[in-house]
């Protein structure tokens, strides 16, 4: 198993700039991606970026240029967000996907939530 903590949302300001992070204890080893969503008031929970072990990324196209998931060497994983938009206002998830037995299973951290106001 493995436990995912989010921290770094709070209430920012139009055109500033945020790193969340997220940190993962338990079976690190194991986690094969690693990835960051966000779920706006109303809206579904939609991908954001994710990274693999090998630290290979994918982004969203929403988030292309603005966004950048990065980990370091001690299970913790970062979205850096440029330039935010009050559209940005979110809560911003972490999970972690590990293989289990043929198939793989998905833990998710419990959100942080960021609000930009304009």
């Known amino acids: 198993q493995v436990q995912l903590v989010e921290s770094g949302g709070g209430l920012v300001y139009t055109g500033e700039t945020l790193r969340l992070s997220c940190t993962a204890s338990?079976?690190?080893?194991?986690?094969?991606?690693m990835g960051w969503y966000r779920q706006a008031p109303g809206k579904q929970r939609e991908l954001v970026a994710s990274?693999?072990?090998?630290?290979?990324s994918h982004y969203a196209d929403s988030a292309k240029g603005r966004f950048t998931i990065s980990k370091n060497n001690a299970n913790t994983m970062y979205l850096e967000i440029l330039s935010l938009k009050p559209e940005d206002t979110a809560v911003y998830f972490c999970?972690?996907?590990?293989?289990?037995?043929?198939?793989?299973?998905?833990?998710w951290g419990q959100g942080t939530q960021v609000t930009v106001s304009s």
């Open positions: 990274i693999t072990s090998g630290s290979g």
């Open positions: 338990g079976s690190t080893s194991s986690i094969v991606t």
């Open positions: 999970n972690a996907v590990l293989p289990t037995g043929r198939t793989t299973t998905t833990y």
